[in-house]
């Protein structure tokens, strides 16, 4: 079964500073991934995905997120942290069903806290 | 552009109750889900559906109804509810009929079950 693994449950960067949030995976076939941010009291919103091509894609408030095949790691990178990026980010991978349907599989989250 | 509409944004219940969380689309989407959301377990998918009249099981079905009579509504419906079902729920559609495409999510129901 496909499957994400977050390893940190929180990540504290000063603002300014380059953050990092980690995700690796495990699937049978080529995989694809997204990264999604909830912010307090809200729905998750997509940041970004990666489906096949470039290994770095960028995404949404200036995220970007790096495809390692050999490490099956999908981090995700922001230059320069910003107080306002302070939110729980969900890893997710795309699990293909037996019927042709697929579903999104999520990690557990990780909480960002960018300090000033 | 409404997007995903869950109501209502907040429910106590008592053990044994029964109620129905609402969620509709304005995006003509035919997939929607619904997800549970619980502390260090990220998001389980309880029910999906893909286009009216149709729907199957997520991983964590159990104590849980839908129906999808139209394209924009989803109600997911506790039939009694249990303290292990506190949790929030999040309603999601997708413009991929397939599923396993970009998700809009509503902004979530918390429920408490006493």
């Known amino acids: 079964a496909q499957s994400v693994a977050q390893p940190e449950d929180q990540v504290n960067v000063a603002e300014g500073n380059p953050l990092t949030v980690k995700c690796t995976y495990s699937?049978?076939?080529?995989?694809?991934l997204f990264w999604y941010v909830q912010y307090p009291n809200r729905g998750l919103q997509f940041l970004l995905k990666?489906?096949?091509?470039?290994?770095l894609v960028k995404g949404s408030y200036g995220f970007e997120a790096e495809f390692n095949k050999s490490q099956t790691s999908f981090h995700l990178k922001k230059p320069s942290a910003l107080v306002s990026d302070s939110a729980l980010y969900f890893c997710?991978?795309?699990?293909?069903?037996?019927?042709?349907?697929?579903?999104?599989?999520f990690g557990a989250g990780t909480r960002l806290a960018v300090h000033p | 552009n409404a997007g995903v509409t869950q109501t209502p944004k907040f429910q106590v219940l008592k053990t044994g109750q029964s109620m129905t969380l609402q969620c509709a689309q304005d995006?003509?989407?035919?997939?929607m889900s619904w997800y549970r959301q619980d502390p260090g377990m990220g998001l389980r998918l309880i029910h999906y559906?893909?286009?009216?009249?149709?729907?199957d099981q997520g991983e964590v079905p159990n104590g849980y109804n839908v129906s999808r009579s139209t394209t924009e509504d989803f109600p997911l419906r506790l039939l009694s509810a249990a303290p292990s079902q506190t949790s929030v729920y999040f309603c999601?559609?997708?413009?991929?009929?397939?599923?396993?495409?970009?998700?809009?999510f509503g902004s979530g129901t918390q429920l408490s079950v006493l």
């Open positions: 699937v049978s076939g080529n995989p694809y």
């Open positions: 997710a991978v795309r699990d293909m069903k037996s019927d042709g349907y697929n579903k999104l599989i």
């Open positions: 995006m003509n989407h035919e997939y």
């Open positions: 559906s893909v286009g009216a009249g149709i729907t």
């Open positions: 990666y489906i096949t091509g470039d290994n």
């Open positions: 999601a559609s997708s413009y991929s009929r397939r599923g396993g495409e970009k998700l809009f």
